[in-house]
């Protein structure tokens, strides 16, 4: 089975797309407030994929309504790793370029997860993004070939940030915006910073535009697995990817002090969907209420390969119906750019649940072809 699952995704992936650091970089941006709320896509590849895609049928998580039930009152049912979180990867990208129309709509679809590649560049202004003058070299979103170098079109990291702050706790885009949003920066391989000046010139831009953005809705402590959701509910937890740089804390502290969670860790992995399925199988049993899995750490597998050590974006997405049933994985990051079978599937999972959190012993129920009862709430 392993053998089929790998043969039948080699056809649909393929390989995705030394500037001097400037200590200045956030410096000269942070005083620009860049205050966007769409009210309609500019850019033509969004108004597409928008028109393509059904409609998103769910809310916010009730989680006033998190009390005993059915005389459960096992309070392991609250703790953060026994929830599926709608999840975007490369949440900017719309498959040509990067835009802050993508993120609008990756929000308005429900997703409480989203990813950022980030580089060390220039920002451009792609047609349909207001980035207002943000020009300065610096911390910048893309998606790239190059695992080094920032595609031609990418965004500031600051002009990103920026407009999460602003929106993704706003009931006018995000059908569930009192749920918590978890931001993945990812930054990608620094073979062309590979001295620790210029590796800490980018880890504190990333670390004080974080700070800047950030410090009025993001989560005030570490979070784990055993975080209860309900802690966390509208605030911002950001987890840093280590698997360009697992020694970013000795690097920058101030970095490490921005940051809430690690993926690649002990409380979070990260692996790409061709390790994944290379792995034996590790699905985790349900309680006997049916309602609290044996989980524990928090997982997220990626549609991606990995080759000689570098990960590579698959063109389409994956069987993420597969991996929460046979891995129990809680984020599932997928490529919204791309209404293909699989992401439809994964969007009637939640359309079906009616939230864009849902509890992992749900989806693993639902993944094995179960019944999901909609707005059942747990203790």
């Known amino acids: 089975m392993v053998y089929k699952l790998l043969q039948d995704r080699r056809d649909i992936y393929k390989m ?31 108004t597409a994929i928008q028109n393509s895609s059904s409609k998103v049928n769910i809310r916010s998580y009730p989680f006033q309504n998190m009390t005993p039930q059915f005389g459960i009152t096992n309070p392991d049912t609250k703790q953060l790793q026994q929830f599926c979180i709608k999840s975007s990867l490369n949440s900017c990208y719309d498959g040509t370029n990067v835009s802050l129309d993508m993120l609008n709509y990756v929000l308005s679809r429900g997703c409480r997860f989203l990813d950022f590649e980030i580089y060390w560049g220039t920002p451009t202004l792609p047609d349909g993004t207001e980035d207002t003058g943000q020009t300065s070299t610096g ?109 970013y804390v000795g690097v920058s502290p101030s970095l490490a002090k921005a940051i809430n969670m690690e993926s690649n860790s002990n409380v979070l992995t990260f692996t790409t969907y061709e390790d994944a399925i290379t792995q034996a199988e590790n699905s985790f049993p349900i309680d006997k209420n049916g309602i609290v899995t ?54 009637k999972m939640f359309n079906k649940s009616g939230t864009g959190i849902m509890t992992l012993s749900s989806a693993m129920n639902y993944s094995d072809g179960q019944q999901v009862v909609p707005g059942v709430v747990f203790p």
């Open 139 to 247: 911390a910048v979103v893309s998606v790239s070939d190059d695992p080094t170098t920032p595609a031609t079109n990418c965004l500031s990291l600051y002009s990103v940030l920026n407009y999460i702050q602003q929106n993704a706790f706003s009931s006018s885009i995000c059908p569930n915006f009192k749920d918590p949003l978890f931001v993945q920066i990812r930054v990608k391989y620094l073979i062309h910073l590979n001295e620790a000046n210029n590796q800490k010139t980018l880890y504190n831009s990333i670390a004080k535009t974080i700070s800047d953005r950030f410090a009025t809705v993001q989560y005030k402590g570490k979070v784990t697995g055993k975080t209860p959701i309900n802690n966390i509910e509208q605030q911002v937890v950001v987890i840093m990817d280590t698997y360009a740089n697992r020694d």
């Open 16 to 46: 995705m797309q030394t500037e001097n650091a400037n200590e200045n970089f956030t410096d000269n941006i942070m005083s620009k407030t860049n205050s966007i709320v769409k009210e309609g896509f500019t850019n033509t590849i969004v």
């Open 294 to 347: 044996n989980m524990k750490i928090m997982q997220q597998v990626a549609p991606m390969s990995t080759v000689s050590s570098v990960q590579y974006l698959f063109s389409d997405n994956f069987d993420s119906m597969s991996i929460i049933s046979r891995y129990s994985a809680q984020f599932t990051p997928m490529l919204f750019y791309r209404n293909d079978t699989y992401l439809k599937e994964y969007e």
